[in-house]
């Protein structure tokens, strides 16, 4: 149902520029918003013109209006003034009213409509009956962008959305829980993820300088239609969860970029177990002297180069060495070789998707 501060808005602008007065009732009586004192207008008087079959009646300087969708009476709307004008003022006021409450009705469908394709709650006939109904192009190219911004029900960051993506471009605003916002972006015929991943990093940048929230944006595939959108948008959830655990580091995560990341993913959990164990024994790798893992990442960073790696940590080549060193004598592995190097890499990302789990579970 449309807001009472939508509808007093409307009213309030209406009145600025035409100086009538209005006001809304609701069928029962109760006063909705009113741009004057409307003690004098009885509940037993709005009811009674609810109930009766006159499209609109007269009582002093007041025009009594009625408010309809699709032929059912939702609101009774008063006018009122003594220019001639009073009358029409009412009859554009009502017109406004109705055509916001279609707008409004049609956005709640559309979020419904989206919310069950990302679900997966629709069959393959109404995705294309309710798509006509709902006027949305079926076979636009199109991406799912999940924007999670660790506030629930966070309705400043969907309107700072919704001022940079229009619906009458096709895009679409959403939401399928509470802590995650969800872009349905459609695309032009030669847009490709490298405009994807433009539009992913302006939405950071824009929602950080706004909202002052350091938001996670992760996206998928593009789908050539729209009952494949589904698809995109769980591509996106995985390419959201992957960068949370794999690359803290990146705000920004492609399913199509996730690397090694999205085979651990997938992996099963007594498989990680047993490679843990295998890999580690009874060391715990959380245990692990957090300087000499810091140290190890920049050496991979740097390609197992020692002498860069040093000099970007501002320590003493033989100081690397005696981390490296250090490291080897408690899982026996020398990270300057690259089969133990990718063995380490590998085990400490598997560790931190077992520690993932462990936090999701607990």
Do not use: W
Request: net charge negative; glycine share 6%; with cysteine.
């Amino acid at each position: 149902m449309i807001s009472t501060q939508i509808i007093a808005n409307c009213i309030e602008e209406l009145k600025q520029i035409t100086k009538v007065d209005l006001a809304v009732f609701g069928i029962d009586g109760t006063l909705v918003t009113a741009t004057f004192e409307t003690d004098y207008i009885t509940e037993n008087l709005i009811k009674g013109f609810a109930n009766s079959p006159a499209d609109s009646q007269v009582i002093g300087k007041d025009h009594l209006l009625r408010v309809l969708d699709e032929g059912e009476l939702l609101y009774i709307l008063v006018a009122s003034g003594e220019n001639d004008e009073t009358y029409l003022v009412g009859k554009i006021a009502v017109s406004q009213m109705q055509q916001l409450i279609v707008a409004y009705k049609e956005r709640f469908d559309r979020n419904n409509f989206f919310q069950n394709l990302m679900m997966d709650n629709l069959l393959l006939v109404d995705v294309y009956n309710r798509a006509k109904k709902l006027h949305i192009e079926v076979t636009v190219p199109r991406v799912v962008l999940v924007i999670e911004t660790g506030v629930e029900k966070d309705n400043t960051t969907a309107e700072l959305l919704r001022g940079m993506f229009s619906t009458q471009s096709g895009d679409f605003i959403t939401a399928v829980d509470e802590s995650n916002i969800i872009l349905i972006k459609a695309l032009e015929p030669n847009d490709g993820y490298a405009e994807i991943g433009k539009i992913a990093e302006t939405i950071v940048d824009m929602i950080n300088t706004e909202a002052m929230l350091n938001v996670r944006v992760g996206y998928g595939t593009i789908v050539q239609e729209l009952k494949d959108v589904s698809k995109s948008y769980k591509e996106a959830m995985m390419a959201l969860d992957v960068g949370k655990i794999f690359y803290v580091e990146k705000r920004v995560n492609a399913y199509g970029n996730l690397g090694i990341g999205r085979l651990i993913y997938q992996l099963p959990v007594n498989l990680c177990r047993l490679f843990i164990d295998e890999i580690f024994g009874d060391n715990d790798p959380g245990s692990f002297d957090e300087e000499i893992v810091s140290t190890v990442n920049k050496f991979f960073e740097n390609n197992l180069n020692v002498s860069e790696t040093s000099r970007q940590l501002f320590i003493h080549r033989n100081t690397l060495v005696y981390r490296v060193e250090k490291l080897q004598k408690s899982t026996g592995l020398d990270v300057r070789t690259f089969d133990d190097a990718l063995t380490f890499k590998i085990a400490m990302m598997v560790y931190n998707y077992m520690k993932y789990l462990d936090g999701n579970n607990s």
